[in-house]
C-alpha cells in the first residue's frame, strides 16, 4: 500500500463505500455473485475516487493526483472496500434482503389492499380503473367530500378536520392506497398520488391486462385542454346530485360549492343557465376524440393507442365516466362504448342511470 489516508475522513469515505456495495446490490445475497460484484467495486471506485480528486478531499500527501486516481490508490480503496464488504457480510444481511423482497412481493389477486377514494374523483377513479384492469382485488372505502375540511379555513364549511382522508396521510386528499405491501412515506398509512399509485400497481401486478405508459401525443393533450374548458361547466352542478358517500352529509355539496366558487371563481347559476350551447359544444368534442382512439384491446374496448391500454386511457376515461352525469348529451357511438367498455372492465359504474 503506497498511499495513506491522512484522516478519518477519506477512511470513513471508504467505509461507506463498501456499506453501499453490501446493503444496495440486490445480487450481493448470492455467495457465487460475491466476485463479481468485487469487480463491479473497481470501477465504481475509480469514478468516486475521480470525483473526490476534484472535489480535493484526498490528502494533499499526494504528489501527483492524477496518478492516484488511475494507479495504485485504487486498488487500495478497492481492497478496503472488498475488506469491509467481507468483514460485513453476516447471515442477518441474508435476512435483510429477504424482507426487502417480500416487501416487494408480486401482487396478485388475493394480496389484501384497500383503496380509500371520492366516487366522483377522477384522480380516485384512475387507480380504481388500473386495479380491475390488473385483476387486483381491493376494499373501497368511500369518504365524505367535505369531511376534513376545517371550518375555520374554509368560512364554516366542512366539518371534522382531523377526520376522514386527513388520518390517513395528514392531507385532505385522495385517493389512497392502503397494504402490507404498498410502499409509505413518514407516518402516512398508504401511499398517496393517483399516478404514483398507478405506477407502482403495474410495475408489482402479476397478470391482468397489459398497461403501457403515456405517450404524451400532442393531439390528445390539445383535446384534453379544449375538452377542459367545457367539461367543469357542465359536471360541478350536476355531479353534487349524484346518490353516493361523497354527498350524503348536506354539508359536503355546500362545501364542494364553495370551494369552487371562493377558489376558482365557478358560477354554477351561470353554468345551468348556459347548458344548451355547452351541450353542443361537448357533442363536437365527443366527436373529436374518436379519430383519437386507434385502438382495440383483445376484448373488443376501444382505446388510445394501437397496442392496447396505457396510461394514456388512464387520463381520459375518468372525465367520460363523469361526464355520464350528464343528461341530454349526445355521444357518438365509438365514445360511448369506449367509456362504457372501459369503466366496466375497471369495475367502475356509470352515472347515466342519475343523469340530471
Known amino acids: ?61 499526494c504528489a501527483n493526483r492524477s496518478s492516484f486516481a488511475s494507479g495504485t490508490a485504487v486498488a487500495t480503496v478497492a481492497a478496503a472496500a472488498a475488506a469491509s464488504l467481507r468483514r460485513k457480510w453476516r447471515p442477518h444481511r441474508q435476512e435483510q434482503m429477504r424482507k426487502v423482497a417480500a416487501k416487494s412481493a408480486m401482487l396478485t389477486a388475493t394480496t389484501p389492499l384497500k383503496l380509500h377514494l371520492y366516487d366522483h374523483c377522477p384522480f380516485c377513479v384512475r387507480a380504481e380503473l388500473v386495479l380491475g384492469w390488473l385483476g387486483l382485488k381491493c376494499e373501497r372505502i368511500l369518504y365524505n367530500y367535505g369531511e376534513g375540511a376545517d371550518p375555520e379555513k374554509c368560512d364554516g364549511n366542512g366539518y371534522e378536520p382531523s377526520s376522514g382522508p386527513v388520518k390517513l396521510t395528514g392531507f385532505k386528499m385522495l385517493p389512497v392506497l392502503e397494504g402490507d405491501v404498498v410502499p409509505t ?57 349524484m346518490p353516493v358517500k361523497d354527498w350524503s352529509d348536506p354539508r359536503d355539496a355546500a362545501y364542494s360549492k364553495w370551494k369552487y366558487t371562493s377558489q376558482q371563481g365557478f358560477d354554477y347559476a351561470a353554468a345551468e343557465a348556459a347548458t344548451p350551447s355547452l351541450l353542443t359544444e361537448m357533442a363536437t368534442l365527443l366527436q373529436e376524440l374518436e379519430p383519437l382512439l386507434r385502438g382495440t384491446t383483445a376484448d373488443g374496448c376501444p382505446c388510445i393507442n394501437v397496442w392496447g391500454l396505457s396510461i394514456d386511457d388512464v387520463l381520459v376515461l375518468p372525465l367520460l365516466r363523469n361526464l355520464t352525469c350528464v343528461a341530454g348529451l349526445e355521444w357518438p357511438a365509438l365514445a360511448r362504448k369506449y367509456v362504457e367498455m372501459g369503466c366496466s372492465k375497471g369495475g367502475v359504474k356509470l352515472y347515466s342511470e342519475y343523469a340530471c
Open 185 to 241: 412515506t413518514g407516518n402516512m398509512v398508504g401511499m398517496r398520488k393517483s399516478l404514483e399509485i398507478c405506477s407502482f400497481l403495474i410495475a408489482s401486478a402479476q397478470g391482468g391486462e397489459s398497461i403501457a405508459p403515456a405517450t404524451g401525443r400532442g393531439d390528445l393533450d390539445a383535446w384534453l385542454k379544449r375538452f377542459a374548458r367545457v367539461d367543469g361547466q357542465l359536471i360541478k352542478p350536476r355531479i353534487i346530485k
Open 1 to 61: 500500500i503506497k498511499c495513506r489516508f491522512s484522516s478519518a475522513h477519506n477512511l470513513s469515505f471508504v467505509q461507506h463505500f463498501s456499506n453501499m456495495l453490501s446493503f444496495s446490490a440486490p445480487w450481493a445475497g448470492q455467495q457465487a455473485n460475491r466476485v463479481s460484484l468485487l469487480r463491479r467495486a473497481d470501477s465504481g471506485v475509480a469514478r468516486s475516487s475521480s470525483l473526490l480528486l476534484r472535489t480535493a478531499i484526498w490528502p494533499e500527501s
